[in-house]
């Protein structure tokens, strides 16, 4: 605590959604707070949702980036940081003794783990051998050497990408033709919802008014305790655009649960600790995954309000020390409200942005 008796937190890359997430869930708190916002770019509207904002380097320059942030966590004397962009997460990863000997808690998964979500292809090859049921993907490379007799739909992303940035979809050889695929590409086999009722997705099926379709998405997000105990799991079915949720459905099924509980367990044996995240899709084989975010997400507030505020549990755990039974009964939540997001307004002082 500091001397206001407010815990220091400080949380990077608060001009994305998720930075922004993790703000208000942390404002939602019981636990008293300062927070400390970062990023690369003055304009971040999250900046000036914090009680004191830091513009720092962008992490492609680790060194300049690394020097800054540890500067920062020593003058602010930030006790717990949050990172909160994919791009950040292995730098924070690295940084946790140094960060620790300034006496400052990074709620961060280990780099391995870090390395194993970030990559996708090395997402499915790591989870196919744990017997876990990751989409199946391959190098872009490896796909167009036998493209002409592939099963299609199939969707074409960077290995390394979030938020839906660069993802497309191929119909069949033609589309591979003209699309212009290079090895930082990955092509995942399409996964079908069963809640669609289809067997054989058209483009008619898989594109909405001009978008990729992404409805009946099984999100799942799990509070896991600094000795790799799972605390609490929530799930939801989700509708995003663009990558980005605008319909949460809260869900109690005990099989979506107990699957969630099944894969989270694999991932700490992995070495994963603190927040963490997979999406997919409910198909005839069960759920398949399709994506995995070893951090806090974008609707990390929309949980907070309905009862489940991860944010809040973290601290309470990895710097309180609290025992997991009096955190766990914490995180409650029910199924009788339902989110639906939209874009919103942020009005700053002039003032602050020039300062």
């Known amino acids: 605590m500091g001397q206001s008796g407010k815990l220091t937190v400080a949380v990077t890359g608060v001009g994305g959604g998720v930075g922004q997430s993790v703000i208000r869930a942390l404002r939602l708190s019981a636990v008293p707070v300062r927070i400390v916002g970062m990023d690369a770019d003055p304009w971040a509207v999250g900046l000036y949702q914090c009680d ?12 300049a980036y690394a020097a800054a942030l540890l500067q920062l966590v020593r003058s602010h004397q930030v006790k717990v940081l949050i990172p909160a962009t994919d791009t950040e997460l292995h730098a924070v990863a690295s940084l946790r003794s140094e960060l620790a000997e300034l006496g400052c808690t990074a709620i961060v998964s280990s780099p391995d783990f870090v390395h194993i979500a970030r990559d996708k292809l090395l997402s499915y090859q790591t989870l196919a051998a744990a ?18 007799s592939a099963s299609y739909p199939v969707i074409v992303k960077p290995k390394g990408g979030s938020a839906s940035i660069g993802a497309r979809v191929l119909h069949g050889p033609r589309d591979v033709e003209r699309d212009d695929l290079d090895d930082d590409d990955i092509v995942q ?24 379709r992404q409805e009946d998405e099984v999100s799942i997000q799990a509070v896991i305790a600094p000795n790799g105990e799972i605390v609490s799991v929530f799930a ?72 489940w505020n991860e944010v809040e549990a973290a601290l309470r755990l990895f710097v309180g020390a609290e025992p997991i039974h009096s955190v766990a009964p914490r995180l409650g939540y029910g199924t009788d409200t339902i989110c639906l997001r939209y874009i919103t307004e942020e009005f700053v002082r002039r003032a602050d942005i020039e300062s």
């Open 131 to 148: 017997g876990l049921p990751f989409v199946r993907t391959e190098a872009a490379r490896d796909f167009l050497g036998s493209y002409a």
């Open 52 to 63: 004191a904002r830091e513009v720092i380097p962008l992490v492609g320059d680790l060194d």
């Open 236 to 307: 939801s079915i989700n509708e995003l655009r663009d990558g980005v949720p605008t319909r949460v459905c809260p869900t109690l099924d005990p099989a979506i649960l107990d699957f969630g509980r099944t894969v989270f367990e694999s991932f700490v044996r992995m070495g994963h600790i603190g927040p963490c995240n997979f999406q997919g899709r409910m198909t005839d084989d069960g759920i398949v995954i399709y994506e995995i975010n070893p951090r806090f997400t974008g609707i990390t507030a929309v949980r907070a309000a309905m009862g």
């Open 189 to 212: 086999h399409y996964l079908l919802p069963t809640s669609w009722n289809i067997e054989t997705a058209k483009r008619a099926d898989v594109m909405k008014m001009g978008r990729l």
